[in-house]
């Protein structure tokens, strides 16, 4: 079994990253997914399990929100019905797939599982940039 970084190693190590390596950590935990690197594997199983610890009360802040922005307790509730509803969802999306990271990664560290293929640099351009070539073929 892999050692994974307490709070302050994993603070240490974290500040010493660049943003591409953090944001890398960040998006496979965001999807779900293993590192391909082992040592990052290890950041990404303590930033998978901070997650699901962040996520598992989050969503209650839309329901605190609601209590503070209307006057009306009818319309309190109803907005605090919806938000939790909302947050809610969105908690358990991001929680669920945390722990699919979590997973994943501790399977990478104890040698389970592969590492993942390459993700291919996309051969199609970016949001901004078809919005700008679509402003340009519209020009004379």
Do not use: C
Not at 89 to 111: I, P, S, T, Y
């Amino acid at each position: 079994m892999a050692r994974i970084p307490d709070k302050a190693d994993y603070q240490r190590i974290w500040s010493g990253m660049t943003f591409r390596e953090r944001r890398e950590i960040l998006r496979a935990v965001a999807r779900g997914r293993a590192m391909r690197r082992r040592k990052d594997a290890r950041l990404a199983v303590a930033t998978a399990r901070q997650q699901q610890t962040y996520w598992k009360w989050a969503w209650l802040i839309a329901p605190a929100v609601a209590l503070i922005s209307i006057p009306d307790w009818a319309a309190v509730a109803v907005q605090a019905l919806l938000l939790s509803t909302i947050m809610g969802g969105f908690a358990w999306h991001r929680m669920r797939r945390a722990a699919q990271a979590e997973v994943a990664n501790l399977a990478r560290l104890d040698g389970k599982a592969p590492p993942p293929p390459r993700e291919s640099t996309p051969s199609e351009a970016g949001l901004g940039t078809r919005i700008g070539n679509w402003f340009r073929s519209l020009l004379p």
